[in-house]
T-cell receptor, first 115, second 113 residues
């Protein structure tokens, strides 16, 4: 049972345009969401996060939007750059349960930014 | 400051062999995790630790054991490797459950033949 879903395995965007990566979740206990970026042969690196008390968080070119009623979040990258080409993972956690920051990951979306 | 390191980077095992993967972090993090990544599956939590001397099961713990004898190290053991354990293994650490950002190592690619 995939609790965090990234339904688009891949996305291609032109340099300078906006990249929008989507993520859906089913567990209503999730209250903290993160995006990670992964280059080949490297570990994932943290990109941006959002708490369920917010609906938007911005960090430079990256903005995450959260729609709790739809159980949907999205990552916007503006403007997209060739160095953004990577696999992006959405992750979620339920901070109110358990003692560790256990993350549930989506299957990832491969973003390719073309010249 | 090396962050999270993993040893080895690559390994090939025969079915039934055993091995230990080592994870080390120099950020003084309390929490450490082991994940596996398989094609089309995302990252799945194998075991985790909330502090020195503690371990707990994650989503896919069968066939693995872990130990956290020192705060900076988290070991993942395979007692009798199976082809289904062919995967890329990532170790991660985090400071606290309040901030959920985890810092990942570069991964170990394990092939079991």
């Amino acid at each position: 049972d995939q609790q965090v879903k990234q339904n688009s395995p891949s996305l291609s965007v032109q340099e300078g345009r906006i990249s929008i990566l989507n993520c859906d979740y089913t567990n209503s206990m999730f209250d903290y969401f993160l995006w990670y970026k992964k280059y080949p042969a490297e570990g994932p690196t943290f990109l941006i996060s959002i708490s369920s008390i917010k609906d938007k968080n911005e960090d430079g070119r990256f903005t995450v939007f959260l729609n709790k009623s739809a159980k949907h979040l999205s990552l916007h990258i503006v403007p997209s750059q060739p160095g953004d080409s990577a696999v992006y993972f959405c992750a979620a956690s339920a901070r109110s349960t358990g003692t560790a920051s256990k993350l549930t990951f989506g299957t990832g979306t491969r973003l390719q930014v073309t010249l | 400051n090396a962050g999270v390191t993993q040893t080895p980077k690559f390994r090939v095992l025969k079915t039934g062999q055993s091995m230990t993967l080592l994870c080390a972090q120099d950020m003084n993090h309390e929490y450490m995790y082991w994940y596996r990544q398989d094609p089309g599956m995302g990252l799945r939590l194998i075991h985790y630790s909330v502090g020195e001397g503690t371990t707990a099961k994650g989503e896919v713990p069968d066939g693995y054991n872990v130990s956290r004898l020192k705060k900076q190290n988290f070991l993942l053991g395979l007692e009798s490797a199976a082809p289904s354990q062919t995967s890329v293994y990532f170790c991660a650490s985090s400071y606290s459950p309040i901030r959920h950002e985890q810092y990942f190592g570069p991964g170990t690619r394990l092939t079991v033949t």
